[in-house]
């Protein structure tokens, strides 16, 4: 038999290799029987027309490639996960996400009991609290023409006004956020017996915003924290000394009884990973608030089930901020069947893109 022979030895009557039912039409007559890599799936195209809803466009996501099609399997995974019952959620927030506008995003998942846990930063927090009091953060410009970048953000400074990227707050802000955090969270906390946790800070702090938002009749919602204490959330906050918030309770606990036990939140937190049927990650940046929310499952004879990850930073740098979920699956963070979805780019741009997404499709 010749090597022609056995090209065609178990193909079809026409030559061609059967691959997956098919004989060979894919445009590449008699290569199907070679192939293990590929996978006869065509690319579509993505149909948009006005009046499409978020949920219609994120499927059509699905038809093209590269970062579309991330981002349609993030919207199914979160999907999966948000809508099930048995899932414990737990919502991991880093990055500037509160000043730059995604504060009601996250508040309103809290609310809707999407998040039985949230990870974040202290300067998250800060920002939450600071709106929650009567304070605005405001559209700035990252330079001013005929100003160099130092010349421009000397000016801010002189003038008192704080810079991320093209997001301004006024100074003042701060002033009245270290009133509102001795006079109503600090103070209480103090009068405790012995070390409080972070998560009891945190709850306290949530506890105080929504009091004085409701009292002065803030225009704006409680927030974040609030949402989180009125709904029995925790909130672990594992680097808050790395924020406002943080540099503050150091102050005032020099001349108080105020003392932070940093260790205190790691039994609930992974008691709450441990008791869970199914858990899944929502991680939204990286840092602190990432390894925090993923490290948990190092010490629980389980793993995440699920994970959707939304960040900018690159894998290659070694960093745990664009470590990719694979990854975190050798370690023992994700199950060897987890269902993840990474997702790269602005989150404010993809947090309420996925979110719209989902809950159009779980109705919730």
């Not at 920002?127 to 970048?149: F, N, P, R």
């Not at 109503?184 to 070390?195: K, M, N, Q, T």
């Not at 008791?275 to 004879?301: I, R």
Request: aromatic share 4%; net charge negative.
């Amino acid at each position: 038999m010749t090597d022609h022979d056995e090209d065609l030895e178990g193909g079809g009557a026409d030559g061609h290799a059967d691959h997956d039912g098919r004989d060979g039409h894919d445009g590449h007559a008699g290569h199907g029987s070679r192939r293990e890599a590929f996978s006869h799936d065509p690319l579509g195209h993505a149909e948009v027309h006005g009046g499409m809803t978020v949920a219609e466009l994120v499927e059509q996501y699905g038809h093209a490639g590269i970062g579309a099609e991330s981002v349609h399997e993030a919207a199914d995974v979160l999907a999966e996960m948000l809508g099930s019952d048995d899932c414990t959620v737990f919502l991991s927030l880093a990055g500037a996400m509160v000043p730059t506008g995604m504060r009601r995003v996250v508040a309103d998942l809290i609310r809707d009991g999407h998040v039985d846990a949230l990870v974040t930063t202290g300067a998250n927090l800060t920002h939450d609290a600071i709106e929650a009091i009567g304070g605005k953060h405001h559209h700035g410009e990252t330079h001013q023409e005929g100003m160099s970048l130092r010349e421009h953000d000397e000016q801010l400074r002189d003038e008192e006004v704080d810079r991320i990227y093209n997001v301004y707050l006024p100074q003042e802000h701060f002033a009245e956020f270290e009133s509102h955090l001795r006079a109503e969270v600090f103070e209480p906390l103090a009068e405790r017996d012995g070390a409080v946790s972070i998560a009891d800070l945190c709850a306290e702090l949530g506890r105080a915003n929504a009091a004085v938002n409701e009292r002065e009749d803030i225009e704006e919602g409680p927030g974040v924290a609030a949402a989180a204490h009125e709904h029995d959330v925790p909130i672990y906050c594992p680097a808050v000394q790395d924020s406002v918030l943080g540099l503050q309770a150091w102050m005032y606990a020099q001349t108080s009884n105020l003392t932070l036990d940093a260790l205190a939140d790691m039994t609930p937190l992974t008691d709450l990973a441990f008791e869970a049927d199914e858990a899944g990650c929502l991680l939204v940046g990286g840092g602190v608030p990432k390894n925090f929310t993923l490290q948990t499952m190092l010490v629980t004879p389980r793993a995440y089930d699920y994970a959707v990850q939304i960040t900018m930073d690159p894998e290659a740098t070694g960093g745990l901020s664009g470590a990719t979920l694979e990854e975190a699956r050798s370690w023992g963070k994700l199950e060897t069947d987890a269902r993840n979805a990474s997702v790269y780019g602005d989150a404010t741009v993809f947090l309420p893109l996925l979110v719209a997404a989902t809950r159009e499709r779980i109705g919730s």
